[in-house]
């Protein structure tokens, strides 16, 4: 029998996703806009009508500032504005209608919601489940062991552990050394000076991990690699920061969850018809959640 299958949704992507694309032409009872929300509310009933996940769970970010890599390193993610507060209000609608619908939310102010994702997925595969991660964020790659799969939802593809090397050039298990080398912008980390992805990948490929990469620096100089010797030398500079880098750049797995297995539950009708009032979503979109939500129509 295949082992039963936790779907896992990084719902941050998608909420700014939404937020970016549609047009800001729906408000709230307030006057608030809730395009997020609309576009939010769309993709999740796609992927609950396509997938029809027993289990489920939605991450959601509430450590934008005080996450435990802040602590670590203050630039982290500095070079990010701050959500304005219509966008704010509407990550608390998304959370509130995932909730209506019977679906386990995760947020905390310690961890990211890759955080949670890695921490559920960890906990899960130890009761025999494979996960489903949707999401295109490259860095829950470093997630995913043989039956898992990591779901590009809006470009419609999928991947498992095997396919990351012909997407990112390096195995599963080597995505937070290879991030901690190359750095990411996107969360302000600098990574190593002068490694880029290519260097990045035939480092691995050699060495196998970041830790067997600075305790052989020696044999680097030796490597076909351009300016071999100058990346050697920026290595050894640089190992305690690039031994900080990875730290940032991976996924923790022992953030808090829940007690329960992430079982989907029927919806709250009470809560998912205010909520529908509120935001202004139209008769077909009620149908869809009602049903979602395994309520009467």
Known sequence: ???PTLHLVDASLYVFRAWHSLPDEF??????????????????LEL????RPAHIAIAFDEALDSCFRNALYPAYKANREPAPPELRRQ??????????????TLAHTDYEADD??????HRA?????????????????????????????????????????ARHGVHAHQIADYLALTGDAVDNIPGVTGIGPKSAAVLLAHFGSLDALLERLDEVPFLRLRGAAQLAARLREQRPQALLWRQLT?????????????TRQGGDPAELDALADWVGFGPLTRRRL????????
């Not at 990550?91 to 386990?104: D, E, H, I, P, V």
């Not at 009602?290 to 129509?297: C, D, Q, S, T």
Request: charged share 20%.
């Open 91 to 104: 990550f608390a609608w998304c959370k509130s209608l995932c909730q209506a619908l019977g679906l386990t």
């Open 48 to 51: 609950l009508e396509r997938e």
């Open 27 to 44: 408000h709230d009872a307030d006057g608030w806009p809730t395009n997020a929300v609309h576009g939010f509310a769309r993709f999740l």
């Open 290 to 297: 009602a049903a979602a939500a395994g309520l009467p129509a």
């Open 116 to 121: 949670l994702i890695g921490s559920a997925a």
């Open 1 to 3: 029998m295949s082992a």
């Open 250 to 262: 991976t996924v923790a797995l022992d953030a808090p969850l829940p007690a329960h297995d992430f």
């Open 125 to 165: 595969r130890g009761y025999g489940f494979r996960s489903v991660i949707v999401s295109a964020d490259k860095d829950l790659s470093q997630l995913l062991h043989p039956g898992d799969e990591q779901y590009d939802f809006a470009r419609g593809q999928r991947w498992g552990a095997d396919g990351v090397k």
